[in-house]
């Protein structure tokens, strides 16, 4: 008898805690509707007895997307890695309705602006009237309209571009550049808030964009031999492991060449140190002209030069050994007369690794060395190796 009392007074308790719990909920959500509000628009009449699930569940929507929105903006100062920063810059410019593509305009030092652009083509973007800086005198946004002759010609990707709002990206320091937003609605028109928030958002994002910036400057120095500006021997390594694995992963080609100055120990002997930096200066200079855009040349210690070819087989890289020999030995080089270079070869095989391949291309160039000078041996796993280029 008293178990039965006892057990419905529990009951009666859980059910009493759970309405009160209901009640919080509810008034919590009501709580963000209202402090969301401008303080001048009063929350719509609702008819008694009805409506007041909706409105519950209006409130939780707009909840669950200002709770994203601030998650984005929060994600972008999570990383100092510049690509990564843009892109969740622009994903949280497209986050808001209505709004079809997006562009952030970088300012760099001395070069090109870096573009990065979401939802609209190469093509799109470089017709767009948007700068590293939209406007002088302070300007806090610039409105940006679009006509076209008649109906104009659709994108392969859609329908025109019909209007746009670009803001600066601002910070202490400065302007880092441009934040811009598209449309492709012809009727549509920015509110005030629209524009208020790109605002917001262009604040948040831009010290993070400098912070990148910083990083990406202090990392590619970093990555940057003193002497000859090519890439240096910490960044060879970091790469060859990089590329290695990725041609594993996709089964892909790379190459690679290890090349080495002849006789620049004498050179140095007889000319001086001063005259043996200017002659690995030029011939840095002369290789950086000769690979392609995809290759990495790197000097990797002394009179060693390496270049990783990526997509790329051993007939490529002799290819290239020719083009950077007769490049180097095309005339006077600092101080010397004719400079040549002897060469090891080697191919990315299914049981090597960034060290193996290494190694091989580098015993490859041994054996050059050994048998003549100024020439290139592919390393093809039999002893000695054979010619590709005969010692002239």
């Known amino acids: 008898m008293y178990f039965l009392a006892d057990t419905a007074t529990w009951v009666g308790v859980g059910f009493a805690v759970g309405a009160a719990l209901v009640a919080l909920v509810a008034s919590a959500v009501l709580l963000v509707i209202v402090l969301r509000r401008p303080a001048n628009e009063q929350l719509p009449a609702l008819p008694v007895g009805s409506g007041a699930p909706e409105a519950a569940e209006r409130a939780l929507v707009e909840a669950r997307v200002e709770s994203e929105r601030s998650r984005r ?92 709002v670009a803001v600066p990206l601002r910070e202490h320091v400065g302007t880092v550049g441009t934040l811009a937003v598209f449309w492709r609605s012809g009727d549509r028109v920015p509110a005030d808030d629209d524009i208020a928030e790109l605002e917001a958002l262009a604040r948040t994002c831009a010290p993070a964009i400098r912070n990148a910036q910083e990083f990406r400057e202090a990392r590619q120095l970093a990555d940057v031999d003193a002497l000859t500006g090519i890439h240096n021997r910490r960044y060879f390594y970091e790469t060859l492991e990089r590329e290695c694995a990725r041609a594993h992963r996709y089964e892909r080609g790379i190459a690679l060449i290890i090349l080495d100055v002849d006789n620049f120990k004498a050179t140095n002997d007889r000319l001086g140190h001063l005259a043996g930096d200017a002659v690995l200066t030029a011939v840095a200079e002369r290789l ?82 050994e048998g003549g000078k100024g020439q290139v041996l592919l390393a093809d796993g039999r002893p000695g190796g054979y010619a590709l280029e005969p010692g002239t």
């Open 73 to 164: 903006l929060s994600d972008i100062a999570t990383t100092i890695d510049l690509d990564a920063v843009l892109g969740r810059t622009l994903e949280a410019a497209v986050s808001t309705d209505g709004i079809d593509a997006a562009m952030a305009v970088i300012r760099q030092n001395e070069e090109e602006p870096l573009v990065a652009t979401l939802g609209m083509t190469s093509e799109e973007a470089a017709r767009q009237p948007v700068s590293s800086s939209p406007s002088g005198g302070g300007a806090r946004a610039v409105r940006i309209s679009y006509r076209y002759d008649e109906a104009g010609d659709p994108e392969p990707g859609g329908p025109l571009i019909r209007g746009g």
């Open 288 to 369: 950086r002209d000769a690979v392609r855009q995809s290759d990495v040349p790197c000097r990797v210690g002394g009179d060693e030069f390496a270049v990783i070819l990526p997509e790329s087989g051993a007939r490529d890289a002799e290819q290239l050994y020719r083009r950077i020999q007769f490049a180097v030995g095309s005339g006077a080089v600092g101080a010397t007369e004719r400079v040549r270079l002897s060469a090891g070869i080697a191919e990315l095989r299914p049981d090597d690794d960034s060290v193996s391949v290494f190694q091989r291309a580098d015993e490859a160039l041994y054996r050059a060395k």
